[in-house]
């Protein structure tokens, strides 16, 4: 009775106000963010563009990419699709269900490293707005870092010393990560601190074309590293699964939390202990400093919306600075890549956006290109990362099978 | 018989067409989902290729027989635990003597209703290191030193994963052979009491080779259940079915490639491979037990 008013009532606002109401659709794997969109940035939007009302319509994370693909196909997928960084979404592109949007204005807010991620090959079109990146780096128990009289560290030493420490004193277990999962292994582990020896965009750019290999000092020594994190993971840490990790880490049972940005705004309302966060280490003091500043969003457009109209200009504000600084603010941890800087109030989310200006940014090695054929790098990579730190092979075996993996259908690496 | 008998036709056509629709439409359509590829957006014809690539190339094939091993192994210890445990349950339910046998035969068969992803979850917490009961119970009797992380051992997850199925589905051989056992006239057990057959040895020489039948229905009834299987390993391990695809049967193999995962996208025609090569080893296996087995089995008219 109530929806049945509230809906008359709404149809007639609509006559009131002559505009033929537009509907908007948007498909998302970001569920977690459903309070936030229909509470924060589908009522901003609304508010100054009357006549368009925007729908958000979440699918569970694992499941996005088919279900997408199987509406896209049917012809029943939203107007405006979140798109995943890299191969997902140029597949999409390619097969004509993303829209060109290289004429809009707001594309000019972004730099070509935050769009590269949703372009093609040559970067002659690009297909979705660069919403947020993601940091890599590692959140700290601050409590117990001062409890045992820890500095932070910042040298490859340092951060072995500490954990040393750490696991002398025997209150906390040194670092909260598990193998279960295998992709924290890969993406908390080699990816956080390999730019560190790989230098960044210089050396994933290398890869790509062709003149570095994984067989590489610079690609193998991560592992060798990874390798010697195995002592100061928890008991068990092999059936350790990702909410286990977290779990222990916001418990207060674990000082160091290999860590995405992402965690922040939950490991904020979980955690009731002071953190911090720093950026992987570095081999030598003063060495240039490299972090994963991952390209994790962007929107696009459904070639085959009904309202691309509303659709467009619905894409235009998400590339303004009113939306990042809403989007930032309300999501720590999920920075905008948009060119205007946002101020951020969350420290962490602070500290970790700092590191923008100290250190080089790049992306995820695996990611872009190199993970298109078969054997799939990226998930290789998961597989290598494990077997690294439970030292069931040595590095440069890894970094040897994934060469061969690679080259075996990549040309530039034959 | 010219004539068309239309009621059989009209009472046959519901589940035909049904059937036909959920069944042998999907089936004959994956069988020939196999026979194509994507090449620049555009399905074509590659005849057996991609059978070709899945059992000559080993970046396939490695996976392949890696699954495959995995599944037999998975099979074969449903086989010498599951049903072995299930018979000699059955047989203890159904001696007369046994008080709460309606109890007991509920309660071990409710694990076989649950959902697999309750079941996985279950276990996963029961075995974990960091909250689970099992490495404390295990210092309570004071053999702590036997646990180990089960689920992410290489040489472990596997046999820990098929143990948990077979406590999951132990139900189901227990009640078909139950069945079976309660089917057994009393007067065949008397008659053999009077030639000095009782207790143990009435097991072995009467009612085991009564309820063999049945015992040869529970096995291919596992056989096809196990090489189908993937829910359990999926909810436990994950689509990549770690630690290093120890625990990687076929299901998951075919699941991972048709639908992709993480950065892999899927390929609906190498996993439509798999899925054939699935089928064909399930039809396969039924057809050993039919014609090999099953024909040359005793029955006993009771």
Partial sequence: MHMKTMSIALAGAILATGAAAQEITIESWRNDDLALWQEKIIPAFEAAHPGITVNFSPTAPAEYNAVLNSKLEAGSAGDLITCRPFDASLALYDAGHLTDLDDMEAMSNFSDVAKSAWQTDDGSASFCVPMASVIHGFIYNADAFAELGIEVPSTEAEFFAALDKIKEDGTYIPMAMGTNDQWEAATMGYNNIGPNYWKGEEGRRALIAGEQKLTDEAWVAPYATLAKWADYLGDGYEAQTYPDSQNLFTLGRAAVYPAGSWEISGFNAQADFAMGAFKPPVQNAGDTCYISDHTDIGLGMNAASANPEAARTFLAWVGSPEFASIFGNALPGFFPLSNTPVELEDPLAKEFIGWRGECESTIRSTYQILSRGTPNLENDTWGASVAAIKGTESPADLGAKLQEGLASWYAPQQ | ?302
């Fill in chain 2, 1 to 302: 018989m010219s004539r068309i008998r239309w009621h059989i036709v009209v009472f046959l056509a519901p589940a035909v067409i049904v059937y036909t629709a959920v069944m042998i439409f999907p089936l004959f359509n994956t069988l020939r989902l196999a026979l194509y590829s994507r090449v620049d957006q555009e399905r074509i014809f590659v005849g057996l290729q991609n059978f070709q690539s899945l059992f000559g190339d080993p970046i396939w094939s490695d996976q392949f027989w890696n699954a495959l091993g995995n599944n037999f192994w998975f099979f074969i210890i449903h086989m010498l635990v599951q049903n072995p445990i299930g018979i000699a349950l059955a047989a203890i339910l159904s001696h007369p003597r046994l008080r709460f046998a309606a109890l007991y035969r509920s309660a071990i068969f409710i694990p076989t209703i649950l959902s697999f992803v309750i079941v996985g979850f279950a276990w996963k917490l029961i075995l974990s290191p960091i909250w689970g009961i099992a490495p404390s119970m295990l210092d309570f009797v004071g053999l702590k030193s036997l646990y180990a992380p089960w689920l992410g051992k290489e040489e472990y997850a596997l046999t820990t994963l098929a143990l948990v199925s077979v406590w999951q589905f132990v139900g189901i051989p227990m009640m078909l052979i139950y069945a079976a056992l309660l089917s057994i006239p009393e007067e065949i057990l008397e008659a053999g009491e009077i030639d000095g057959i009782t207790g143990a040895s009435s097991f072995w020489k009467i009612k085991l080779p009564l309820i063999l039948p049945s015992i040869g229905i529970i096995s291919i009834l596992t056989f096809v259940g196990n090489f189908n299987a993937f829910d359990l390993i999926y909810a436990a391990q994950g689509a990549l079915a770690g630690p290093d695809f120890s625990t990687d049967i076929l299901g998951t193999f075919m699941y991972r490639t048709f639908f992709g995962f993480q950065l892999q996208l899927g390929d609906p025609h190498m996993g439509s491979a798999i899925a054939s090569a699935m089928f064909a080893i399930i039809l396969v296996g039924v057809c050993i037990y039919l014609f090999g087995i099953q024909t040359r089995m005793r029955r006993y008219q009771l």
